[in-house]
């Protein structure tokens, strides 16, 4: 079966399925709190987008700042209008192009400001009414942001700047413009901006009523876009409706993603069939819960699903890593990647509620590599930012072939993973890393420890891909590599510790203090030594094992992992939602709970899931602890809430916890259901006792992609000790 056909099948069947169950299943959009996670360091955004969307239109308060990365935050009263793109979650920002601000004449003084107890947002839609009488009203397709606008009179004015944008480390985004005035109703062209990354986008804007007067304002230093102010003399019902459509291709390629997707100008049915394409998504999990868990549960599957974004135009076109103009494979080319962060727990579950989707991934990586001569690291509209360590593009492939998905080559695949591993490029010195069998701190100014232990468990994955092609060569080799942690093991502090060419210890030595490139450079990324122990777990745990001595002494330093207390955590270091050095805030800690699966008191790390999950997460804006990452927080809460983890994320193993409801039930793509049941579930029976598969007990704490895919029922007995 072709790859469109398959993923054509696939959906019929959830649309068939939701049309089924539309009298008897509750709409899970309705329990969506899009505001969970905009306050404090959640960094995610209450404007609209569609699953998977190229598009996210919604209000900007700055274009600044480690709080900023999404544009908003709860707590802050500055409005500088509403750009089209931005990221979910991240510690960097970037997009946040072509603003647009309504305002009132009269009322100059107020254009900035708005009324907090008006702003309301939902899926597919957000509104505010500004101090000036304008009320904004946003909704969005999945490639043309749609903006009503409703003054207080028929004399209307708009500020549309493409100078606009998320600055990060520059002092001027826009490098060059072409903005092209076509008429009265339309303008269109292209910026090439740099920021995060250097990226070229093209849109076209339509007004359903023409401009009578438009003025290009002057240009300040380093200012290489225009910014207009446009009048408009409105019909009685003093609406401006405006679309705005946006392509990587080309003008051509935004105006027909427009005539496509939006070819009239009914905002209502706009904003309904985002709802109902949320809904197909959402309903594709049905938890039994009170009203706050379920706004958890449903927000945090919203906040996955919003990427990574189709970039593709509906035609298919797509501007590569190399900015050449390619023709994606079903119409699917995904970027906002942020692939250090999601391939841990976000593209494991993806696979189970969104399998139509991973193989438009695994494909858009490899065509990534062929554009780029090596797999992508952190994507931003398609180019790539290099953010953070590792290849772990190379576990995501794993994951999905060894999950069954085979509409990409897996002969492709291999080349792809192997040239990664061995041509030396950004972030990754394989000459020094074989020399050494290490990274050495001496030649290696940061991150030297990290970036040994995380290159170590892309090195098994490549060994996995090998054995499975019969490549018994590159299978030695690579699990030779997939060994070097161990060289960095010092058996007096039981800490992976940096190591100089001499083979000198790092001294002093400070397990304790987080380091990071960019705040305090070290040997370690975004954590200390503590939290990267437990890297290597995620492949070898009999290895980590035999280091510490034995299982009783891996339960013990796990044991002191989660009750040594931590001195003076720092948020912007991933020190935050902290118990004893367990950092729930940031990505390195998320396996280690479920790591107590295999040592002498499984329990333990039950009930630290319970803290976990009740302590770090509620339906507050403040109420989630560390950056969403692209859905990577928001996957840990919903897989965690379900009752299972993947700590190895490409074995197609899922490490059995604690389930934090009393019923689930998954809609499959096959047809076939899931279900989880808690027997005697209560707020104080924290621990399962039993865990059984279609009636049959567990041997091992472990279910596997198969087992769920295959549909059954999953119980856990649950008591209170």
């Known amino acids: 079966m072709s790859l469109q056909k398959s993923n054509l099948k696939i ?74 793109t931005r990221f979910s979650g991240t510690g960097i920002g970037e997009m946040g192009n072509i603003l647009l601000l309504p305002f009132e004449e009269t009322k100059q003084n107020l254009k900035n400001s708005y009324h907090k107890k008006s702003e309301k947002s939902a899926v597919g839609y957000y509104t505010l009414t500004k101090k000036d009488g304008i009320k904004v009203e946003l909704t969005c397709s999945e490639r043309v942001a749609f903006h009503k606008y409703t003054y207080p009179n028929q004399k209307a004015k708009l500020l549309l700047d493409f100078q606009h944008g998320f600055q990060f480390l520059n002092d001027s985004l826009v490098l060059e413009s072409d903005i092209k005035i076509e008429n009265a109703s339309t303008i269109s062209g292209y910026c090439k901006t740099k920021g995060w990354v250097t990226k070229k986008y093209f849109f076209s804007i339509e007004f359903e009523t023409p401009y009578n007067a438009i003025k290009e304002l002057a240009r300040e230093k380093k200012q290489n876009a225009p910014k207009y102010i446009l009048d408009f003399n409105l019909p009685q019902s003093k609406l401006l409706n405006i679309k705005i459509a946006l392509s990587t291709v080309s003008c051509d390629g935004a105006k027909a993603n427009l005539i496509a997707e939006i ?15 949320w809904d ?88 990534h590599h062929k554009a780029a001569g090596f797999l992508p690291i952190w994507t931003a509209w398609g180019q790539d930012n290099y953010c953070m360590i590792g290849n772990h593009a190379i576990p995501m492939l794993l994951s999905a072939y060894t999950n069954g998905f085979n509409d990409f080559d897996k002969n492709e695949t291999f080349k792809a993973m192997l040239e990664t591993s061995t041509k030396s490029h950004i972030n990754s010195d394989w000459e020094l890393y074989n020399q050494y069998g290490y990274y050495p701190l001496d030649k290696l100014d940061n991150e030297a420890v990290s970036r040994t232990l995380e290159s170590g468990f892309d090195d098994w994955c490549v060994a996995q891909m090998a054995s499975n092609l019969n490549q018994k060569n590159e299978e ?7 060994q070097y942690y161990k060289n960095l093991f010092d058996p007096e502090t039981k800490l992976f510790r940096g190591k100089d060419t001499k083979g000198n210890w790092r001294t002093p030595f400070d397990p304790l203090t987080a380091t990071s490139p960019m705040n305090n450079p070290g040997d370690y990324t975004e954590a200390n030594a503590w939290q990267y122990f437990w890297t290597p777990a995620q492949y070898d745990i009999e290895g980590m094992k035999n280091l510490l001595g034995g299982t009783s002494a891996f339960t013990k330093k796990l044991d002191a992992f989660f009750t040594t207390q931590s001195l003076n955590p720092n948020k912007f270091l991933g020190q935050e939602a902290m118990i004893g050095q367990y950092a729930h805030g940031n990505e390195p800690s998320h396996h280690i709970v479920y790591l107590y699966a295999f040592s002498d008191t499984p329990k333990t790390g039950q009930k630290y899931i319970h803290k976990i999950i009740n302590e770090f997460h509620n339906t507050t804006p403040n109420g989630m602890i560390g950056n969403d990452d692209c859905g990577q927080m928001s996957a840990w809460y919903i897989l965690s809430t379900l009752g299972f983890y993947p700590v190895n994320p490409t074995n197609g193993e899922f490490v059995i916890g604690a389930p934090q409801i009393k019923k689930a039930t998954l809609q499959l793509a096959n047809g076939k259901l899931f279900s989880i049941h808690s027997d005697d579930f209560s707020k104080n029976t924290l621990y399962q006792n039993e865990c059984l598969l279609n009636a049959i007990p567990l041997q091992k704490p472990i279910i596997t992609y198969s087992e769920i895919m295959n549909g059954g029922t999953l119980r856990f007995k649950m008591s209170k000790k």
């Not at 995610?44 to 209000?59: H, I």
């Not at 070819?263 to 394409?277: C, G, I, S, T, Y």
């Not at 494979?329 to 993806?350: Q, V």
């Open 263 to 277: 070819p009239h100008w009914d905002f209502n049915k706009v904003r309904l069939d985002a709802e109902q394409v």
């Open 11 to 84: 959906l019929v069947y959830f649309l068939i399925l939701l049309s089924f169950n539309n009298a008897i299943a509750q709409k899970n959009s309705k329990f969506v709190n899009t505001f969970i996670g905009t306050d404090g360091t959640g960094h995610t955004f209450p404007g609209p987008s569609l699953p998977f969307g190229m598009v996210q239109p919604g209000p900007d308060n700055s274009i600044e700042g480690w709080n900023h990365t999404s544009g908003y935050q709860y707590k802050d009263t500055l409005l500088l209008g509403f750009s089209q």
């Open 280 to 367: 197909a998504y959402l309903n594709r999990i049905t938890i039994e819960a009170p009203r706050k868990q379920k706004e958890l549960f449903y927000t945090s599957m919203y906040h996955l699903l919003l990427q990574p974004s189709n970039i593709a135009d509906v035609d298919g076109k797509y501007r590569g890593a190399n900015d050449a103009i390619g023709l994606a494979p079903n119409k699917e080319y995904y970027s906002t990647l942020s692939i250090w962060d999601i391939y841990r727990g976000a593209f494991p579950l993806l696979q189970i509620i969104a399998p139509e989707k991973i193989n438009g991934i695994a494909n858009t990586l490899l065509l």
């Open 476 to 482: 030695v080799i690579f699990n030779k590599r997939a």
